[in-house]
C-alpha cells in the first residue's frame, strides 16, 4: 500500500484528500493551517476532514520546523503532497518521500507561477487556466510537471467561479495521475519557466481600482476580487465604494453635460461608471459608505446628476 503524507488546506486540500483515500492510499498525516479568525471563511475545513476520517492532524504556520520534519520522518512517506498548504515546504522535509514529494497549483504551469493565481488570471483577463500537478523543489512552481488539466475562464467569472472550476480540474489531474505515481512510473516534463510568468500574494491595496486603465481593466480587477474575497473599492463623493460586481455590455450611454471625466451616472435603466477614456462600466451591485445599496436607490439618488469619483486615476 502507499503511504503518503499530505500538506493541505482549503476546498483543494479537501477533494484531493479524498481522491486519495478513494483510491486506497494510506494517507499517515495532515499538516495544515490553523484557520484565520480575521478572514471569511467560505471553503471547506482541512481539519474537519481528516478528523473525521481518523487523520492524524498537524497545525502549523510553516512546515520550516523541527517538529515537521521529525513527524514526516516518522511516517516514512511514499509520496509527500501540497495541496493548496500556503507555505514552502523546506527541502530537508521534501527529501523523506522515497518515490515524490509533488504539488497542485493552480493555474497552467509555467503560466502564473505564485500566489493567488486564480485572482490574477482574472486581473490580466485570460481566457483558460486550469490545476497542475508537478514536482516540488526549492524554487516555488518550478519543478517538473507530471499533468495538467485546462478550464475555460469566462469574460464575467469571478475569481469564485474559477476557483471552483480549478478544484474540479485539480481532483480529476489527481484521480487520473495517482495509479502511476503509486507505481513509481509516473512521467513527468521539465517546464520552460522563461515561457511563463510569475505573481507575488496579492496586496490590500492591490484592490483599488486605477480609472486611467479604463472599463475592461476596471472589469477584471472588480470580478478577480468580488465576494468571498474583499472586493474592489474607489472613492465616491468622499465615501468608500465597493464596487462588487460590473458588466461590459457595450450600451452607449450619455453622461450629463459638465460631469467629471471619470463619474458615475445613471441613465433610465441602469448605472455606470465613466472613465476618463470615455468607456462605460455597467455597475451591479455596489457598496457604498459601508451599506449595500441597491441600484434603484443608488440612481434615485443620482437622478439627473453625475457624482464625480475621486479615487485612483480618476483625474
Given at each position: 500500500?502507499?503511504?503518503a ?16 483515500l ?14 484565520d479568525p ?10 474537519r476532514?481528516?478528523t473525521e476520517?481518523?487523520i492524524p ?5 510553516d512546515?520550516s520546523g ?11 512517506p ?5 495541496f493548496y ?6 527541502e530537508s522535509v ?10 497542485m497549483?493552480g ?18 483577463g485570460?481566457t ?5 500537478l ?6 516555488p512552481?518550478?519543478g517538473?510537471l507530471?499533468?495538467q488539466?485546462a ?7 469571478t475569481?469564485?467561479?474559477v ?7 485539480a481532483e480529476?489531474v ?5 495509479p502511476?505515481l ?6 513527468a516534463t521539465?517546464l520552460d519557466?522563461?515561457a ?14 486605477d ?5 475592461l481593466r476596471?472589469?477584471n480587477l472588480?470580478?478577480?476580487v ?9 472613492q465616491?463623493?468622499?465615501?468608500t465604494l ?8 457595450g ?17 433610465a435603466?441602469h448605472v ?8 462605460l462600466?455597467?455597475l451591479?451591485?455596489?457598496?457604498w459608505?459601508?451599506?449595500?445599496l441597491?441600484?434603484?436607490?443608488l440612481r434615485a439618488t443620482l437622478h439627473h ?6 479615487g485612483k486615476?480618476?483625474?
Amino acid at each position: 500500500m502507499t503511504t503518503a503524507v499530505v500538506f493541505g488546506y482549503g476546498d483543494v486540500g479537501v477533494r484531493c484528500l479524498a481522491t486519495l483515500l478513494a483510491q486506497g492510499v494510506q494517507v499517515a498525516q495532515v499538516f495544515t493551517h490553523p484557520d484565520d479568525p480575521n478572514e471569511a471563511r467560505w471553503y471547506a475545513s482541512m481539519t474537519r476532514f481528516a478528523t473525521e476520517h481518523d487523520i492524524p492532524v498537524h497545525l502549523s504556520t510553516d512546515a520550516s520546523g523541527a517538529d515537521v520534519e521529525s513527524v514526516v520522518a516518522a511516517c516514512t512517506p511514499d509520496l509527500i503532497f501540497s495541496f493548496y498548504y500556503r507555505r514552502m515546504i523546506p527541502e530537508s522535509v521534501l527529501r523523506h518521500a522515497r518515490s515524490a514529494a509533488l504539488n497542485m497549483h493552480g493555474s497552467l504551469l509555467p503560466a502564473f507561477r505564485g500566489r493567488a493565481p486564480v485572482n490574477w488570471v482574472c486581473v490580466h483577463g485570460a481566457t483558460q487556466t486550469g490545476a497542475s500537478l508537478h514536482h516540488m523543489t526549492a524554487k516555488p512552481d518550478a519543478g517538473a510537471l507530471v499533468d495538467q488539466m485546462a478550464v475555460p475562464v469566462l469574460s464575467d467569472d469571478t475569481a469564485y467561479d474559477v476557483f471552483r472550476k480549478v478544484c474540479t480540474a485539480a481532483e480529476l489531474v489527481l484521480s487520473r495521475s495517482l495509479p502511476s505515481l503509486c507505481a513509481g512510473t509516473a512521467m513527468a516534463t521539465a517546464l520552460d519557466l522563461t515561457a511563463g510568468s510569475y505573481f507575488g500574494a496579492r496586496r490590500p491595496e492591490d484592490g483599488e481600482i486605477d480609472w486611467s486603465q479604463g472599463a475592461l481593466r476596471a472589469h477584471n480587477l472588480v470580478r478577480a476580487v468580488a465576494p468571498p474575497f474583499p472586493g474592489a473599492r474607489t472613492q465616491l463623493a468622499g465615501q468608500t465604494l465597493r464596487v462588487l460586481r460590473t458588466r461590459l455590455d457595450g450600451r452607449t450611454a450619455q453622461a450629463p453635460a459638465n460631469a467629471a471625466p471619470a463619474c458615475v451616472f445613471a441613465d433610465a435603466d441602469h448605472v455606470y461608471a465613466r472613465c476618463p477614456d470615455g468607456s462605460l462600466l455597467r455597475l451591479l451591485e455596489v457598496e457604498w459608505g459601508d451599506q449595500l445599496l441597491p441600484l434603484d436607490a443608488l440612481r434615485a439618488t443620482l437622478h439627473h446628476d453625475a457624482l464625480p469619483l475621486t479615487g485612483k486615476g480618476a483625474t
